[in-house]
């Protein structure tokens, strides 16, 4: 078995990225005035990178979110996207890769997150994904 | 020319209050018809008296109240 | 008596003009539109000018320029003369016509001075009996004028539309007395036959105390006593004058008060709004948060929810196929192989439990890490699921009540912008004012109230001094007989006065009581509202009142075309009481009337025009489709002024 890891990564670059999360009232750091942990933006962000089918390996490393702080449904997704990505739940035995792979979309994710929150300067993020998980949510439903 | 009106009014009220005593009635509609005659500057003063002596000669003063 | 023609002959903008007014069988009324400034003001300048020889009406632009016309002047060389005429053709009921003719002669100056008048008369000329002309000048001419429409008597005839609409702000008390006591010709009463036989009376007086010195002192104190009176009447009037006034003043004032708001009451109506501002929007931004958290939670829900399901159906699956959970724990297993002795017994592996041990570590598919991971996922993915469900209609309740605390500030938002206007005209200092005048003009009204109880005792202590006196004086007189003659001549004298004193009174009350009847007559007759109002008042004190039909006083509430026609009617009701029939001829007639009341004073004034001369000056603008539909076709006349093109010049066209 692998060593298991004990937290999750994000590349350097994106440390600048989720500071500015900090525009939009619904994504911000609770340090900063807002109510969101790191983990719960790392998940949001890497939720993001699923959604869009995108995954972007780490240039660097940095530590962003303790394991031990994942909680169970937190660990449900992580582990649900491992398996929806290798298609096989065999993933589950290996916590790197499972976490790498979590660290991966949530590279990809925060990257486009952060460009998509730029390009609706005029109507606010929180507007657009209202629209987008309703539009969503109709798809799910049937 | 006498144009102008002499308000009818003032006619009859001086009748009215003068009570049937005739010379002051007449008297006084005497001094009206010399005003309106004379509206501008004229020699009220000798017409006043002249008048005032005649009447009051007729007038008997016992039909005054 | 109406006006049949007015010839204008270098009068201000009128060069040469000949106005013919023309009277039809239903009607006479004559109309002239020209834009301000076209001289329509200065037809009835001339009129004024011709009969008394003055311009009231002159606007800001004439008064700077002279009465010659100015083309005249540019025409006239240095030093030479021109002559300014206007001529009125008046005709009487009689069918006999006075023409009036007004001349001025100008020397023009070529250099920049004005030109100088050098000469003025005035004439009036008309055929007697028996068709030889007469003619009167200057003095005697005036007095004719005096018998059509006497000077005193103008302004009620010959107005302009902005007087029609001032008439009872501007004709106070003072001025409604002065027509009443002009129309009653009381005018010869007071101020000549009475004032003339006090003078003779106390010459009379004072002729017979030569004779007699007791007599001659009683006298004295007589007259003084009379002179006394004389003064303490004056300030009774004066004392009522002022009375009149502080207490119109402190209405004004009173009137200004009522207007402000209630202050207190909006202030502390804008504090509870406030307050109930500050919570909704706390609430407000509660329940934006909530819907934040919602939208927050459920982003990775519904963008993981492929992986979720997909999950889901795999441990569903593993269940189904018994797979997990576990029978038995591989890793246990795979121990017991390798190390060949039982982990739970102890018992070393034969060949026959090897095997047993192999075939059930074949069977388990998975290991049990993974099959403790799928375990641990299916509950928070069940959740997840079940959570999704109610998104749509928790999102839509979140909206819902969003949307709703946004209305709710929105209204208060729109209370308190009212009382932020109604609490902006709000000057304390201003208010403050006006209660301090109101509060002056009261005590002045009290302090003259009281004023006039002393004046009024004092005048009936000398009245009664008086006629103690004059009784004392007779009974002198009687004693000598030298004193019958002119005894008989005073008393006469006396009570002549007496008579008409007493004459006057009793015209001044029926002069108003019919004017008052009159004004009502006309006014109910012309005016479209009939039911709203009661009544027109006109007081002893010749005070003018409208009554509401509710029995209020309305006549500063009512609408500028209502005060015109009331204005109207008492003018007219002048008219009829007072004999004098004359031209009406108004400027401006409907500027300060709305528009929907217009058409409905246009019909008033066709009506007034089928009993008298009605000469009106319109403004194009004023002159508008619905009143020219109106009057066109009743009117007897229809003029055009037109300004030259240098402007120093007014043309006339028929229309």
Partial sequence: MSEIPDRLNIDRKDRELYNKLDSEEILKFKDNGGTRTRKEQFI???????KLESRKPLDSMEGFVLAKDLRPDDEALINAIAIYNTKSIEILSDQKEVFKIAEEYAHAGIILLDSKIKSTSFVSYERELEKTLHEMFQKIKL | MNEGKINEQILNSIKEVSKDDMEIENFLKDLLF???????????????????????????????? | MRIEKIILKNYRQFRDVEILLNKSLSSDLNIFIGKNGAGKTNILNAINWCLYGDEPHLSKDSQQLPMLNLQTIKETIDEGDQEVMVEVYVKLEEERTIIFTRRATYRVYKEERLPQLRNCDFEARFSDEKGNTKFLQNEDAVSLVERFVSKDMREFFFFDGERLDNYFKIATIQNISHAVFVISQIDLLRN???????????ELRREAG????????????????????????NRIEECKKQIEIAKGKAKECSDNLMRIPDVEALEKERERLKREKKSKKEILDTKKKERQDLLFEYEKIIFLWPAIENSLQTINEKKRLKEIPPTVDRSLLEEILKNKVCSICGTPLNDTSEKRVNDLLQNIKLSSIISQKLLNMENPLRSFIEESKFFDEKLRKINYEITDYN???????????????????????????????????????TKNQKLLGQLEMKRDELNKSIDDLKKQYEDELKKEKKFELIKKQIDFCSKALDVAKKTEEIILRQTREKIESETNKLFFNLIWKKETFKNVEIKPDFNINLIHSMGYECLGTISSAEREVLALSF???????????????IDTPVARVSDELRTNFGKVLLDVSTGQQIILLFTPSEYDKDISKLLDPRSSGRFMLKLSSNEKEVKMEVL
């Fill in chain 1, 44 to 50: 949001f962000a890497m939720a993001y990178g699923f």
């Fill in chain 2, 34 to 65: 010399e005003e309106i005659e004379h509206p501008g500057r004229w020699q009220w003063r000798d017409i006043y008296s002249k008048k005032i002596k005649e009447y009051s000669e007729r007038w008997d003063n016992n039909s005054e109240n």
């Fill in chain 3, 192 to 202: 000549k036959i009475e004032n003339r036989l006090d003078t003779v009376l106390r």
């Fill in chain 3, 210 to 233: 030569k004779e007699n010195p007791k007599i001659d002192e009683i006298r004295n104190r007589l007259e003084e006593d009379e002179d006394k009176l004389k003064d303490v009447e």
């Fill in chain 3, 407 to 445: 209305k709710n500030l929105e209204r208060i938002e729109i209370d308190l912008s009212e009382i932020d206007k109604k609490l902006s005209g709000y000057d304390p200092e201003r208010i403050r004012r006006w209660q301090e005048q109101r509060k002056e003009y009261e005590e002045i009204q």
């Fill in chain 3, 571 to 585: 003018t007219l009701a002048l008219q009829t009481i007072s004999g004098f029939n004359s031209p009406i001829l």
